[in-house]
C-alpha cells in the first residue's frame, strides 16, 4: 500500500512551504499557492503515524468539486487541479479563525451539552435536546485557527474585539458561512444524506473576501444518511454517518483523546486499509460518483511533480 506522507517539492518560482496537520502548501512567487492533500491523517490534533491510500485524492476531488458548485455563491481560490491530489489557487491572507456550522447536536458539542454547557460560542442552547436532536435553525460555533495544539471554541463577539476578524468581514463571512452550508445540505439531499455540520476558511486578496481551503468533505464535515435519521433518533441510537467520526470512535475505544498519559494505538496495514475504503465509500456517497483510483500510485511524488511544474510553466 503506497501512502504520500511527506513533501519536499522545489517549484519554479517556489517562495515557501508550509506543512499542516494534511496539506502542504507551497507559495508560488506570493502569487499562488500549490496545495498538495497528503495521505496524512488526523484525529484530536494529532497526525496519525500512518498514512492512509488514497485519502488524499478523495479530499482532494470532492473539495474541488464542491468549490465549483459553489463559486456562484461566494469567489473561491481555486484556479485549477492539475493532478488528483493538488489544487493551486490564489493564495489569500486567511482569517485566523475557522467558521464551523451546526444543525445538529452531536459530536463534541454534544459532548459538552451531556456535560452541562448550555452556552457554545455565545450561542445558547435550549435545556431538554437530545443526541442527534436538530437545532431549530443551524448554529454558528467558530473556532480559533492554531498552528499547533487545539483549536479553541470562541464568539463572534470575542473574535471582533480581539481583533482577529473587522466587524465587516465578520458579517460578510457569517452570511456565505449560511448560504454555503444551505447548498451543501440541497446537496447531500439529493444523495439521501444530511449535512450535519462543517467548517469553511476564509481569507482576503485585495480587499475581498475568498472562501479558501476545502470544502464538504468528509475531513471538514459530518454527513448523516437521511433513511432512518428519525427513527434512530426516537429510539437513541446511534446514527449512520459518513464522516471521519468513525476514526475518533476507534480512537476513543482504544484510549486515546490525546490527553496527557495516552499512547497512541498501533494503526495496522489492515486497519489503514479499512480507513482507506471507507474514505472511497465517502467519495462515493457524498459525490455520486464512482471513484477512480489515480495512476501511478507507486510513484506519487514524481506524479505530481511532474503535473503541477508542466501546469505552473503553462501559467506564469
Not at 446511534?238 to 496527557?260: A, G, T, V
Not at 489492515?270 to 489515480?294: C, D, M, Q, W
Request: glycine residues 6%.
Amino acid at each position: 500500500m503506497k501512502a504520500l506522507t511527506n513533501t519536499d517539492f522545489h517549484f519554479e518560482q517556489q517562495r515557501s512551504v508550509y506543512h499542516g496537520k494534511v496539506r502542504d502548501v507551497y507559495d508560488i512567487n506570493n502569487e499562488k499557492i500549490v496545495m498538495v492533500a497528503t495521505d496524512r491523517i488526523s484525529a484530536f490534533d494529532v497526525i496519525l503515524p500512518k498514512g492512509i491510500p488514497f485519502k488524499g485524492q478523495v479530499l482532494n476531488q470532492i473539495a474541488a468539486k464542491f468549490l465549483d458548485l459553489t463559486a456562484d455563491i461566494c469567489p473561491n481560490w481555486k484556479l485549477a487541479t492539475p493532478d488528483p491530489m493538488v489544487t493551486v489557487g490564489l493564495k489569500c491572507e486567511g482569517f485566523r479563525v475557522e467558521m464551523i456550522i451546526r444543525s445538529i447536536l452531536t459530536g463534541s458539542a454534544w459532548r459538552a451539552y451531556k456535560d452541562g454547557c448550555r452556552e457554545l460560542c455565545g450561542v445558547r442552547l435550549p435545556d431538554g435536546m437530545i443526541e442527534n436532536q436538530r437545532f431549530a435553525e443551524p448554529i454558528i460555533t467558530p473556532t480559533t485557527k492554531a498552528d499547533e495544539g487545539h483549536d479553541l471554541n470562541i464568539s463572534r463577539e470575542e473574535i471582533i474585539a480581539q481583533g482577529l476578524v473587522s466587524e465587516e468581514d465578520y458579517a460578510v463571512i457569517e452570511d456565505y458561512t449560511r448560504r454555503l452550508f444551505a447548498r451543501g445540505q440541497e446537496i447531500a439531499a439529493r444523495q439521501g444524506l444530511i449535512l450535519v455540520d462543517t467548517k469553511y476558511e476564509f481569507g482576503k486578496r485585495d480587499g475581498k473576501v475568498y472562501l479558501i481551503d476545502e470544502i464538504h468533505t468528509p475531513d471538514s464535515s459530518r454527513y448523516f444518511y437521511a433513511e432512518g435519521y428519525e427513527e434512530k433518533l426516537a429510539k437513541g441510537e446511534p446514527q449512520r454517518q459518513l464522516s471521519k467520526e468513525f476514526l475518533r470512535q476507534w480512537l476513543i475505544e482504544h484510549n486515546f483523546m490525546n490527553e496527557p498519559g495516552q499512547t497512541m494505538p498501533e494503526i495496522t496495514d489492515e486497519y489503514a486499509l479499512e480507513v482507506s475504503n471507507r474514505y472511497i465509500e465517502l467519495y462515493e456517497h457524498i459525490t455520486g460518483e464512482p471513484f477512480n483510483k489515480a495512476a501511478e500510485a507507486d510513484n506519487l511524488a514524481q506524479r505530481i511533480e511532474r503535473n503541477v511544474s508542466a501546469y505552473l510553466a503553462q501559467n506564469k
